[in-house]
């Protein structure tokens, strides 16, 4: 019997593996899991990813414009649109249900991590070619539906977080993330070996990058260097 050669996707799983589970090890995705999860964190959490999430539509619509296939433009437009508008009407719910002000949210500085992730997938947008987007891009789908499939057995309709973990163990969701895997196996298919490792490497450090996120709400990172600048006037 012939071997099934490993797909791009295969591959960046199997790569990543370690790290998947320290994702799904984490301190944050645990609490979350069992609901024990502090609001102050959580919170912190939504508001940097709300801030993530304007940056990861921009990314995903950048795609959209360089990709070829029609089919590929329509995906990644549609996704664009879901970053902004459905995903972040949650984001303003649980907002909503903390009674945070709008001058309390501008009060929460963007933390590093934040700034890192949005910063390194506008470059990548801007600068990379475009089967390299698709692998950056694609750990905020298939990541967050990994944790949020093994999540939502674990929460009813009573945990305080139920809303946010099913959002990314929907079946809309799931099709959508077997959507970019698709589009990431194929352009890795017909590109050159060096496009490919390029692929791989930008998938791993987006997948990072998931992980030092969660890191960075649990922690509610600030910025060490706070300390020495002067108020703004």
Known sequence: MT????????????????????????????????????RDRFAFY??????????????????????????DAAFYAQSAHTALAAERMLHAGYIQEFGLTADELAGIATSP????????????????????LAAAVLPCFWIYQDVGTTLVGRSGPDHPYHKWISTYADPDFVTSVEQAKSIADRLAAATDAAT???????????????????????????WPTERWLSPST
């Open 3 to 38: 071997d099934v050669p490993m797909t791009f996707c295969d591959d960046v799983w199997k790569r990543t593996s370690d790290l998947v589970r320290a994702i799904h090890d984490h301190p944050f995705n645990a609490a979350l899991g069992d609901g024990t999860l502090d």
């Open 46 to 71: 939504i508001v940097q990813d709300g801030r993530y999430l304007a940056a990861f539509s921009k990314a995903l619509a950048t795609a959209s414009t360089r990709a070829t296939d029609p089919a």
């Open 113 to 132: 991590t934040c700034l890192a992730y949005a910063s390194f997938l506008q470059a990548t947008a801007l600068t990379a070619p475009y089967p390299v």
């Open 196 to 222: 490919r490792a390029a692929m791989e490497e930008a998938y791993c450090r987006a997948a990072a990058y998931e992980w030092m996120f969660w890191d960075s709400a649990w922690h509610r990172e600030p």
